[in-house]
């Protein structure tokens, strides 16, 4: 298991920007999937970006693809998540993940998380 902390909600107006950071520590996070998922109010958690452990292949759920870009610096143990124009429809609890071998959109197979950080997107 490797230990994610996020960073970096809060509250923005309708066309800001936000940055997520998810640090991690405990294992070798070089070795690990990094995903970015939300989960609004009443609604079902869902993935946002995910970026690959070998080559650094990112996924992006269509709702922000062009909009949010997720990075890693393995150096860091650190994972962003720029997020742009944002809407309030982004409204949620964004939480980072941690998953081996390969990436997936499924939640339920990732295995490590984080406590969550609060997006608020005001109209």
């Known amino acids: 298991q490797v230990q994610l902390v996020e960073s970096g909600g809060g509250l923005v107006q309708a066309g800001g920007s936000l940055r997520l950071s998810c640090a991690a520590s405990?294992?070798?996070?070089?070795?690990?999937?990094m995903g970015w998922f939300r989960q609004a109010p009443g609604k079902e958690c869902e993935i946002v970006a995910a970026?690959?452990?070998?080559?650094?292949?990112?996924y992006y759920a269509d709702s922000v693809k062009g909009r949010f870009t997720i990075s890693r610096d393995n150096a860091k143990n650190t994972v962003h998540l720029q997020m742009n124009s944002l809407k309030p429809e982004d409204t949620a609890v964004y939480y980072c993940?941690?998953?081996?071998?390969?990436?997936?959109?499924?939640?339920?197979?990732?295995?490590?998380w984080g406590q969550g950080t609060q997006v608020t997107v005001s109209s």
């Open positions: 993940a941690a998953r081996a071998g390969t990436t997936a959109t499924n939640s339920h197979l990732w295995s490590s």
């Open positions: 405990g294992r070798t996070f070089s070795n690990y999937n």
């Open positions: 970026i690959s452990w070998t080559h650094g292949t990112t």
